[in-house]
Structure formats: structure tokens, C-alpha cells
Nanobody, 123 residues
């Protein structure tokens, strides 16, 4: 079993900052990628950022220059630093990861998701 647990969401005024964290735990052999998606009310879930071993960091155009993703491999933790937040960044943010487990160390699954953390940007 693999679990992803997010933390760090909350409310912030426009222009403010928040930092989200995601910790992966369980029967993990390797982590190939960690990233974030978000889903606003009435909208589909969308890609925000991802970091992989071979490609580095990728970002959605809407967050480039404002968000920074990083990973601490020793702690199986990904962090999303969000600056200059806008009301349109309001959403539930979900961590996801590409992980190979101990029972299948040569096969990565990208279907691991956290429970989500709410980010609200408003006056």
C-alpha cells in the first residue's frame, strides 16, 4: 500500500503565498515523479506542476513564474511553493505520484493520489 498525504492548504489574500507539502509513504521501491493537480468548483481537474527524475520540473502556463515544485528524495516529500496567488488559483489541490512498489519494483503506476487540500484565495 502507498499513501500520499498533503498538507499546507488554507486561505490567503490575493498576492499572498502558501506552501503545500505531500509525503509519500508505504511499500515504495522507487518514486519516478511527484506532482500536483487542482480542481476548482464546476471545473475539471487540471495539471499544475510535476517533477521527474529525467525531465526536471514542468509547470502549467497559468502558474509559471509563480509556483515552484521541489522534492526531497530522502523524505519522499514534494513541496509546491505558491507565490503571487490569484483568486483563480482557488481549488482543491491534489498530490499525485509515479511509484514502483516493493511487490512490483520494475513497474511504475501513476495512479497514486492524495486526498486533496483546499486552497482559497480571496479578499
Amino acid at each position: 500500500q502507498v499513501q500520499l498525504v498533503e498538507s499546507g492548504g488554507g486561505w490567503v489574500q490575493p498576492g499572498g503565498s502558501l506552501r503545500l507539502s505531500c509525503v509519500a509513504s508505504g511499500s515504495i521501491a522507487s518514486i519516478y515523479a511527484m506532482g500536483w493537480h487542482r480542481q476548482a468548483p464546476g471545473k475539471q481537474r487540471e495539471f499544475v506542476a510535476q517533477i521527474t527524475d529525467n525531465r526536471g520540473a514542468d509547470y502549467a502556463d497559468s502558474v509559471k513564474g509563480r509556483f515552484t515544485i521541489s522534492v526531497d528524495n530522502a523524505k519522499n516529500t514534494a513541496t509546491l511553493q505558491m507565490n503571487s496567488l490569484k483568486p483563480e488559483d482557488t481549488a482543491v489541490y491534489y498530490c499525485n505520484a509515479g511509484i514502483a512498489t516493493m511487490t512490483a519494483p520494475n513497474t511504475a503506476s501513476y495512479d497514486y493520489w492524495g486526498q486533496g487540500t483546499q486552497v482559497t484565495v480571496s479578499l
